[in-house]
């Protein structure tokens, strides 16, 4: 999820799945331009968070690592 967007910025719309039941437990990969929000998105529950232009590789792995997290934890 890009922090800036349109209507809800990334934090806030993190904020929100967090506190939901439903949505809780949903990994969010978090992307930006500006590292300003780092720290906070990480305290909040983003699994990670990458500074554009990230290399596209590094991206897949922490895809791979959220997948098979997801993927384990479905299974049980």
Do not use: C
């Amino acid at each position: 999820m890009d922090n800036y967007m349109p209507e809800m910025n990334g934090l806030d719309a993190l904020i929100h799945l967090v506190k939901q039941p439903e949505t809780k437990d949903i990994p969010v990969i978090m992307l930006s331009a500006s590292l300003h929000d780092r720290d906070q998105a990480l305290d909040e529950g983003a699994r990670y968070f990458f500074q554009k232009p990230s290399p596209p590789e590094t991206i897949l792995i922490a895809l791979d690592e959220v997948i098979g997290q997801s993927m384990t934890v479905g299974a049980n």
